[in-house]
């Protein structure tokens, strides 16, 4: 079984197993990480990626860019906007970053921990962003990936219009408030509106390929944010 076959299985079982450890927002998931990242001098230059699976899956398929010791991964497969506004505190602002990115939503429009409408997402993403710029951390907030069909809901009929409509919202939010937007989006949809398929294996989440570009896109936005 590949690596995305696991994260792809992880949408689907994540949930079940939640309930079944009382830990919906698994705030335990990093929790042992996270205490050991408390103390080092250099926290303030750390930067932390906040997400689902997308985030998750980068450190497996494409580990150089995680190599750089100021980035720290804290995506978990099939996670919601709720559940990681939940966990935001001890897994991005405990750890005293200089700049937290946040790629997050797909799941909630696949319908993951139930109907999310794009003002509860966006809420939840915004929510994020505002914690942290009143710690002094500065935002990045990232366009969510193109998706044309979700393979393990495709009860949702076309997600590209939300997620055009979503990131259409956040691009704005970031403009009115001074913020920094990721944009993987426009470097990454087809002519379907949905994920390039040299960047993909199953029209969701980023192969080898895949996390190559948005490694390109977040290494010139950190570039420019950090400047």
């Not at 403009?175 to 993987?184: A, F, I, K, M």
């Not at 990454?188 to 390039?196: A, F, P, S, T, Y």
Request: aromatic share 10%; glycine share 8%.
């Amino acid at each position: 079984m590949t690596i995305e076959n696991d994260i792809r299985i992880d949408q689907t079982s994540q949930t079940a197993s939640q309930v079944e450890n009382h830990d919906w927002a698994q705030l335990g998931f990093y929790e042992h990480e996270n205490k050991k990242l408390l103390m080092p001098e250099d926290k303030n230059k750390r930067i932390v990626f906040m997400g689902d699976s997308i985030t998750e899956g980068w450190s497996s398929l494409f580990p150089a860019f995680f190599s750089d010791p100021r980035f720290i991964n804290r995506g978990i497969g099939g996670q919601t906007t709720p559940q990681m506004l939940v966990r935001f505190k001890p897994d991005a602002i405990d750890l005293k970053p200089c700049l937290a990115i946040i790629l997050a939503g797909t799941n909630d429009i696949a319908g993951n921990t139930g109907p999310s409408t794009e003002k509860m997402i966006t809420d939840n993403i915004f929510s994020m962003a505002e914690l942290a710029v009143g710690k002094g951390i500065k935002v990045g907030l990232s366009s969510i990936l193109p998706v044309y069909e979700y393979p393990w809901n495709k009860s949702v009929t076309k997600p590209f219009v939300i997620i055009e409509s979503i990131n259409t919202t956040i691009k704005k939010y970031t403009e009115e408030n001074g913020l920094y937007y990721v944009d993987y989006f426009t470097s990454m949809v087809d002519e379907r509106r949905g994920l390039k398929e040299i960047f993909t294996g199953d029209g969701v989440h980023p192969n080898h390929e895949g996390y190559r570009a948005m490694s390109e896109i977040a290494i010139d936005s950190i570039n420019k944010i950090i400047s």
